[in-house]
């Protein structure tokens, strides 16, 4: 995939519906002149990488295509033979996680072509980690989405119920105004406190709990064992962690990009000298810290490791759902 960035447009001015490609698969500058209202060709960031170097940028990851191999439908459910509409539900399911997945993997190539360009081609630091960051910020996303694909294939396929308790809280109006009542409650605490988040516990542990008290041996042994491999490695939960920032508190910082501003509740009397509390009294008080962020080679090293255990959890499943077929 080319992206349409001239190698000497201005950081951070070009919008991407300004540029496209047409069927030539040429890039084009859309953005009309002044004079003439001309359509221009250009260059895009890509011609100025070696494709030996893009090579290896691609052997740097898993290629999440080929398990449409192991597993045909994944590109195309409709075409496999006709199943009752659970598996089919779960083959769709499998399917859009598995694009999803694709689609991230095309973020992080992009993310690796950003950085080779602006470090070795046309030296920028500031743009390298801007435009590094912007792709890997998609594939974080894409992977958390992915994922949550998975996890419902597993429950369609199975028919695991998604979620126990819940189900029972909603069987009585009375019920359900009692779980909105105390889902706004500890909403509005931790809003208070700064928090803010999930309500329930994460679907890959709701699913992997009960994936371990189904009856279906194949689930409770080998899908438990894919589902909780995933859930124990550092980088799936640092990536997790990181889209759930991103989603639910502050964009987190970039080290060059952003400053890491950190607002917190302080009680005066555990913070403050004595001979300055007598005068403001035993209060509580909001402090700012700033700090500098994270460096973005660590975000990259999460990011990319988090997709490796993604996809060996697809291939692992993917076998697992061919013998079953």
Aim: proline share 6%; glycine share 6%.
């Amino acid at each position: 995939m080319q992206t349409g960035l001239g190698a000497n447009e201005a950081p951070f001015f070009r919008f991407p519906c300004d540029t496209c490609r047409g069927r030539s698969r040429v890039d084009r500058d859309m953005t009309p002149t002044p004079e003439n209202r001309e359509v221009k060709l250009v260059h895009g960031m890509r011609g100025g990488i070696a494709s030996d170097r893009m090579e290896q940028i691609h052997l740097g990851l898993p290629y999440s295509m080929g398990l449409r191999d192991v597993l045909p439908y994944l590109a195309d459910p409709l075409a496999a033979p006709h199943v009752r509409i659970d598996r089919m539900r779960a083959r769709v399911r499998l399917s859009d996680g598995w694009h999803t997945l694709n689609q991230a993997r095309i973020a992080l190539v992009e993310s690796e072509a950003c950085r080779v360009f602006y470090e070795d081609v046309q030296p920028d630091p500031v743009e390298a980690d801007y435009r590094c960051r912007f792709y890997l910020d998609d594939a974080a996303l894409r992977l958390y989405s992915s994922c949550e694909h998975l996890l419902w294939c597993v429950v369609a396929y199975w028919n695991l119920p998604s979620n126990v308790s819940q189900r029972k809280a909603r069987r009585s109006l009375w019920g359900l105004v009692k779980r909105i009542v105390v889902h706004l409650t500890r909403d509005l605490v931790n809003v208070a406190r700064g928090k803010t988040g999930d309500r329930l516990p994460p679907l890959l542990a709701r699913v992997i709990r009960e994936a371990e008290r189904s009856e279906h041996p194949q689930v409770s042994g080998e899908v438990a064992k894919i589902l909780r491999r995933l859930r124990s490695k550092e980088a799936w939960k640092e990536c997790t962690k990181y889209r759930h920032d991103w989603v639910h508190n502050r964009l987190p910082a970039i080290k060059g990009l952003s400053t890491d501003i950190v607002f917190k509740t302080f009680d005066y009397g555990q913070e403050l000298p004595p001979e300055i509390l007598k005068h403001v009294g035993p209060k509580k008080g909001v402090k700012m810290t700033v700090g500098v962020g994270r460096d973005i080679s660590i975000l990259r090293e999460t990011v990319r490791n988090a997709y490796g255990e993604l996809f060996q959890a697809y291939e692992r499943l993917a076998k697992l759902l061919a013998k079953d077929n």
